[in-house]
């Protein structure tokens, strides 16, 4: 034992010496230039401009190992707990310290589903433990990807990116705890290995003759792995992932990255070709698709019959004749799901699923409004407008000489240029979301974007709001009582995942999930850390703020956020910015194409039983068979329209695929899809209020 530890001391010291030396020789080349960093280039669009990698190595002697009370310490354990490198290491903590650039993507983390899951478990206890560690987030993207989850993949090795920036840039806020979490992980590598990397880093040291003066040396050991064995991965990760998702803009954008800096490294090709053979015509388009689900470790989503008086009480509150309950739908969905290894999934046993619905609690009078309600859920898509920052509607006209609102509004922050409409919407926001964004520099992001990419920022925005509400509030951002209760048409996945057999990663193909909800790595992934830095979140700490929180967040929006342009009230000349909004308790009506109610959104949302019901069943012989009654009886449930039921069937069936998911299966749909000739759409001058679109 006494040789043994006799030799450790001084294969240390000579490691400490390799260490030195090579710090004097600034061996790590390029240095690494403030803008070149990911983070500190979070707030433009440009993955591409960061050049080749750099150590920012420094000044001081690296931390190896200590040596205390003259005996070596092997290595401490990831949180710091000295412990030897073996077969005591947890399975996570092994892939971790395990990490290195020859093994393949699809080797790192694979084996069958219950194995790779159970690895996302220690990792994320893990990751509790150690939340700047860069190698963690690359295992952990690896496991996601194994687990064919490449959107989530793409946020963790983006996250890692970011660490990678922070381990090299003293000046990073994460720089402490990044750059001692990847010594703790070096520390438990085996000596003898790492001696031999940093000779050889040593002698290309050497024999590089236009290498740079040092300069802010901190430890050559850390950078040499970062270059050698963390980065390549990284940077393979994001290309490889984000590729697979079908974000080929930003999967080129990181491969070109990658490879400037490791022309040779054979996936950075492989992945590259892939990218560049998908692309059509000159464009990279950025149009990715990924998986709609609970995940399986999501234990958010709560079994909503069992809250329907939580849900009530919130709808009494609105709409005190109504009332929320179970109903079955026509399933939208395919019904049959293929899971990789053939096995079918239903998804409906008869075509119908049971989802809520609200109906009415008393008879109700034709133009009667039944709901109201308010949502400080709500965003827009201009940097400088007229609209109240907590719900949206138009700010009281100061140029008019009487009181501009009943309480004297428009207000102000008083430390930010945050203007509303009224004193309730004033100390709302405070209490809601506000202090949490207040002054904080985010309010251009996902602002005035080009055109196409409207809905998209729309959404981002949404979940900033819902990000600064649970931040404010102290909540879950699944928790915050605007979208906790939200369907988000999830497909039924839990069954099929149990029978995954692996990621065929070199296949675009779903592989028998189907992917149904948008993705874009700009507004999915790197605005919302942004803006959660800017919010001062630390979201490595932080788990409630991880990629498959934002996706389950956006699969809700996109399922019920109500959409609008401003400027439409009296007095006002042109439209405005576009509004976007979600209330949770007018979002619990379906949809139908022959609707009994009709809904206009300004401050407020509000729901009316129609004046008039138009003539939209199937007639027999010319003859209608129901007397035409409007007004809504006790018992009848409120059919809300998400399109203009004023189009053809096949403009509004164009538009209910995108804001129901599927093809609306209403009687009034199927009878015009059967007997075209009597297609129902009458003029649009005659139906009432509808100026109001509900899809984003
Ligand atoms: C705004 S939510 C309506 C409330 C929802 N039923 C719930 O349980 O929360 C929209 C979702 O309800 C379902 N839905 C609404 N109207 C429907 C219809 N006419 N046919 C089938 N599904 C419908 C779809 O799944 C759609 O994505």
């Known amino acids: 034992m006494e040789a043994y530890e006799e030799s450790v001391r001084s294969v240390d010291a000579a490691l400490r010496r390799l260490n030195a030396t090579l710090a004097s020789y600034n061996l790590a080349g390029k240095k690494q230039t403030a803008q070149s960093s990911e983070s500190s280039k979070a707030g433009t669009q440009n993955l591409a401009t960061s050049k080749a990698l750099p150590p920012n190595v420094g000044s001081t002697v690296p931390n190896l190992p200590a040596e205390k009370n003259g005996e070596a310490i092997s290595g401490p354990t990831i949180d710091g707990k000295r412990a030897a490198f073996d077969a005591n290491m947890s399975v996570g903590l092994r892939e971790i310290v395990g990490l290195r650039a020859t093994k393949k993507l699809t080797e790192i983390g694979k084996g069958d589903w219950h194995h790779v899951y159970a690895q996302l478990h220690h990792i994320s206890a893990l990751h509790e433990e150690t939340p700047y560690c860069v190698p963690l987030y690359i295992v952990f993207a690896s496991t996601y990807l194994q687990l064919g989850y490449p959107d989530l993949a793409a946020g963790e090795a983006y996250k890692a990116l970011l660490l990678s920036d922070a381990v090299r840039d003293s000046s990073d806020d994460f720089h402490e705890p990044a750059f001692e979490s990847l010594r703790d992980v070096i520390s438990l590598i085996p000596l003898e290995e790492r001696i031999a990397l940093l000779k050889t880093e040593?002698?290309?040291?050497?024999?590089n003759a236009n290498r740079e003066e040092p300069e802010?040396?901190?430890?050559?050991?850390?950078d040499v792995w970062l270059r050698e064995h963390y980065l390549p991965l990284i940077y393979r990760l994001l290309s490889l992932s984000l590729w697979s998702c079908g974000c080929l803009r930003s999967a080129h954008e990181f491969s070109q990255r990658g490879l400037a800096l490791y022309p040779n490294d054979s996936e950075l090709q492989t992945y590259e070709k892939l990218i560049v053979e998908a692309k059509e015509g000159l464009s990279f388009a950025e149009s990715g698709k990924v998986r709609r689900e609970v995940y399986p470790w999501n234990n958010f989503e709560v079994d909503r019959k069992n809250c329907l008086d939580?849900?009530?009480e919130m709808m009494t509150e609105v709409a005190p004749k109504l009332e929320i309950r179970e109903v079955k739908l026509p399933a939208l969905h395919s019904d049959t799901l293929a899971a990789p290894n053939g096995d079918p999934t239903k998804y409906s046993d008869d075509g119908f699923v049971t989802q809520l619905g609200v109906f009415a609690k008393e008879d109700i009078a034709p133009g009667e409004r039944i709901l109201e309600e308010t949502s400080f859920?709500?965003?827009?898509?201009r940097l400088l407008d007229a609209l109240c920052d907590a719900c949206s509607g138009t700010l009281p006209d100061l140029s008019k000489s009487e009181p501009s609102s009943s309480d004297g509004g428009p207000f102000m922050c008083d430390d930010c240029e945050a203007v509303f409409c009224s004193l309730n919407c004033r100390d709302k926001a405070m209490e809601l979301y506000h202090p949490i964004v207040c002054d904080r520099d985010i309010n251009s992001i996902a602002k005035d974007v080009p055109v196409l990419e409207t809905s998209d920022a729309l959404y981002t925005q949404l979940l900033l709001r819902v990000l600064a509400m649970a931040e404010q509030q102290g909540l879950h951002p699944l928790e915050v009582p605007e979208v906790r209760f939200i369907w988000g048409d999830f497909h039924p996945f839990k069954a099929v995942a149990e029978h995954f057999q692996g990621y065929k990663f070199l296949e675009p193909a779903s592989h028998g999930f189907p992917r149904s909800l948008p993705f874009d790595f700009e507004y999915n992934v790197r605005l919302p850390f942004h803006a959660l830095e800017k919010m001062d979140i630390d979201y490595f700490a932080d788990a409630r703020y991880a990629v498959w929180i934002f996706n389950t967040l956006f699969a809700k929006f996109?399922?019920?956020?109500?959409?609008?342009?401003?400027g439409k009230q009296p007095g006002t000349q042109a439209r405005g910015p576009e509004v976007c909004a979600v209330h949770p308790m007018w979002c619990m009506a379906n949809h139908s194409c022959d609707p009994n109610v009709t809904w206009e959104w300004g401050s407020s949302i509000n729901l009316w039983a129609m004046e008039e019901r138009q003539r939209w069943e199937r007639p027999v012989d010319g003859q209608y068979q129901k007397p035409n009654k409007p007004g809504i009886t006790k018992g009848e449930e409120i059919l809300n329209h998400y399109c203009d039921p004023t189009l053809g069937i096949k403009q509004r069936r164009g538009w209910a695929q995108g804001a129901l998911g599927g093809k609306c299966m209403c009687s009034r749909c199927e009878w015009?899809?059967?007997d075209k000739?009597?297609?129902?759409?009458?003029?649009?001058e005659s139906w009432?209020?509808?100026?109001t679109e509900r899809e984003v």
Not at 688 to 691: A, C, G, Q, S
């Open 202 to 207: 040593l002698g290309t040291s050497l024999s």
């Open 216 to 222: 802010d040396q901190e430890d050559v050991e850390l």
């Open 310 to 312: 939580e849900l009530n």
């Open 377 to 381: 859920l709500t965003v827009n898509n």
């Open 558 to 566: 996109r399922g019920t956020a109500s959409a609008r342009l401003s």
């Open 672 to 674: 015009e899809e059967q």
């Open 677 to 684: 000739e009597l297609d129902s759409t009458i003029a649009k």
């Open 688 to 691: 009432p209020k509808v100026e």
